[in-house]
């Protein structure tokens, strides 16, 4: 599986747009790419996956270039409740459902 | 649609000692995996049960072992505990076969003394 580096920590205020940027060099072709959201004393949250291009949902926006060689998680107008570790990880289809190795996250911290 | 379930939420036990954490899958679901997730670090793959069996495995001890029941929940088994293995025990369920995520319970917090 694919090697994540993404920043370990990132601060914001309330009403921002954040963006995470995650490199993920060694990408292999079958690799999707899941963001997950997770709380102090709570298992991680599924954001939002992709594979190319542009993939918006009700929550985030995730950004992948041409080159799949890095992707940029994007939360518009954070408010307190967005402050979480977010973590990027890349596996195949079929691994979406199997093993997923996470790095350390990034922890983002929104302030008021 | 109740989603992954676990049991007990916290959990303190002392070195030596063998604990047993429990895991129910979201609805519909047919595989439990198990992760360790120490303070400030990301979660790391224990096992991956499907079909009652052991699919895949991380880098952890014999002293870890689990089972997965018919009717698909899973327990994972700590034997000869040691401070170490103080951690947040996460399962989370998926549907072999399919593209979609896996979803993780709240998990059980286990503080071994």
């Known amino acids: 599986l694919a090697k994540t580096t993404q920043p370990i920590s990132m601060d914001s205020y309330e009403g921002q747009e954040v963006n995470i940027t995650c490199s993920h060099n060694?990408?292999?072709?079958?690799?999707?790419i899941t963001w997950y959201q997770q709380f102090p004393s709570q298992g991680p949250r599924f954001i939002i996956q992709g594979y190319k291009t542009k993939v918006t949902n009700e929550v985030a926006s995730l950004f992948i270039p041409a080159d799949r060689k890095s992707s940029t998680l994007s939360l518009p107008r954070v408010s307190l409740s967005d402050t979480a570790v977010y973590y990027c990880l890349v596996g195949d289809s079929d691994n979406q459902g199997g093993k997923l190795i996470f790095g350390q996250g990034t922890e983002l911290s929104v302030k008021p | 649609d109740a989603g992954v379930t676990q049991s007990p939420t916290h959990l303190i036990k002392t070195r030596g000692q063998q604990v047993t954490l429990r895991c129910s899958p979201k609805?519909?679901?047919?595989?439990v995996s198990w992760y360790q997730q120490a303070l400030g670090q990301g979660p790391q793959f224990i096992f991956q049960?499907?079909?009652?069996?052991?699919?895949q495995r991380g880098n952890f001890p014999d002293r870890f072992s689990g089972h997965q029941f018919p009717n698909y929940s899973s327990e994972l088994n700590v034997n000869a505990l040691l401070l170490g293995d103080s951690a947040l025990y996460l399962c989370a369920s998926s549907l072999t076969g399919s593209t979609d995520t896996q979803y993780f319970g709240p998990g059980t917090r286990l503080t071994v003394l």
């Open positions: 609805s519909g679901h047919d595989t």
């Open positions: 049960y499907y079909e009652e069996e052991e699919r």
């Open positions: 060694n990408i292999a072709t079958n690799d999707y």
